[in-house]
């Protein structure tokens, strides 16, 4: 495994120097221009896939990539969305899903999840993705998953209030482990189901 100690020594001591300057403006200013919705899965690494630097991406990142449309009684999910939208400004949104999901997977081939009750309670936010696809077509759930986290997005109100002004701009994305490739999906089908 990864020795996370060795990672910080090498991060002072050869990336930090180089960043030095970029970090020293960060201490003062936090004006991300994309809040990134990913899924938690430790091959998706929204930076590196996005070559961004510190300070450009406000991350959120759940399992599955999933975001539940909005009710009043916040969580962390909720909270981070609007703090995103509503104070920090950003311009855009991404919702990310990728190849290999687990909690696609799960899903789309029906696996018993009787040892993880709260993954199972959690995965019912893509139950309209579920409907969607095809049974036990996980590429095809991963797209209508993506899309379905959009709609519940644009449940927001700090969302439709920017997306009402016209100055926030929503995008779906799925990105292959394999290939390194980022699949931009079609906007005609997220602004039908965010709309
Ligand atoms: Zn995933």
Known sequence: MHDLFDGIAHFQHSVFPEKSELFARLTTAHTPGTLFI?????????????????????????????????????????ASIEYAVAVLGVARIVVCGHSQCGAMTALAEGRDLTAAPLVASWLRHADAARTAAANGDVAQLIRHNVRTQLAHLATHPAVARRRAAGDLSL?????????????????????????
Not at 171 to 184: A, K, L, Q
Not at 185 to 195: D, K, S
Request: aromatic letters at 6%; glycine letters at 12%.
């Open 38 to 78: 990913g899924c938690s899965d430790a091959r998706v690494v929204p930076e590196l896939i996005t070559s961004s630097e510190p300070g450009e991406l406000f991350v959120i990142r759940t399992a599955g990539n999933l975001v539940p449309a909005y009710r009043p009684d916040a969580d962390g999910v909720a």
């Open 171 to 195: 995008h779906g994305w799925v990105f292959d482990i394999g290939s390194g490739r980022v699949e931009e999906l079609a906007a005609p089908a997220i602004v039908q189901l965010a709309g």
